[in-house]
């Protein structure tokens, strides 16, 4: 996802900072139409303007959070990882105490469920209609400013490049996290030298996550116009 195109400075100063001439780009409906980080939540659909929000499950618009967060480096730069969606040792603990006491497997196979219900939710019909206008919203917006701002000239092209991108990156972090997560469980409940009481529950849980593994997936997303 590197891109000549991208100065990442440069961007951050014009994203940041207000910039009198965006207030040429026209008004928007909440915010600081001077500077740009308002105008693409604007476009997004703002804080103060709920009601294209298609709502869904509070735990699953959490990992949806992780599942789209990726990780840098010291200079910020992109590292191709997504950050885990539970901390890998306090994970582990839950895997011990699961396999040692056959308690929390609910606590144990949810960091593994919600990422594919994330996806589920993001290829849902409706949520995909949404998903696909506030893609255009915001490459619109994109292309309004590029015309009143130097500094934002390459912004359209910046988002053509980066779009798809981003969703087909974070669905292969997703998909190569839970498939990572189911491998751990089900070496930990084969190996172990007495049944935990839970391992049925497991087990079946385990083989169903797996056969909804291709569920996560790209959306299918409409070309930018």
């Excluded at 609910?106 to 990422?115: A, V």
Aim: aromatic share 8%.
């Amino acid at each position: 996802m590197a891109s000549s195109i991208i100065n990442q400075a440069d961007f951050l100063k014009y994203a940041r900072d207000a910039v009198s001439d965006l207030a040429k780009a026209g008004k928007i409906s909440s915010g600081d139409s001077s500077i740009m980080n308002d105008r693409l939540f604007n476009a997004i659909v703002s804080t103060t303007n709920r009601l294209g929000l298609i709502r869904t499950a509070t735990n699953v618009n959490l990992y949806k959070g992780r599942v789209f967060d990726f990780l840098d480096d010291s200079n910020f730069e992109f590292t191709g990882s997504i950050e885990s969606v539970i901390e890998l040792k306090k994970w582990q603990k839950i895997l011990n105490t699961a396999v040692k006491y056959g308690t929390s497997e609910d606590q144990l196979l949810d960091p593994i469920r919600m990422p594919i219900a994330v996806w589920v939710y993001l290829n849902n019909a409706q949520v995909l209609a949404r998903l696909n206008q506030v893609r255009q919203n915001i490459y619109t917006e994109t292309k309004n400013v590029a015309t009143y701002v130097p500094g934002m000239t390459s912004m359209p092209s910046i988002m053509k490049e980066f779009d798809k991108a981003y969703f087909e990156h974070a669905a292969a972090e997703s998909l190569k996290w839970a498939e990572a997560r189911i491998a751990v469980v089900s070496s930990a409940y084969t190996n172990t030298l007495i049944v935990p009481g839970n391992s049925e529950i497991v087990k079946s849980t385990l083989d169903l996550l797996y056969n909804n593994l291709n569920e996560i997936k790209t959306p299918d997303l409409d070309a930018l116009d």
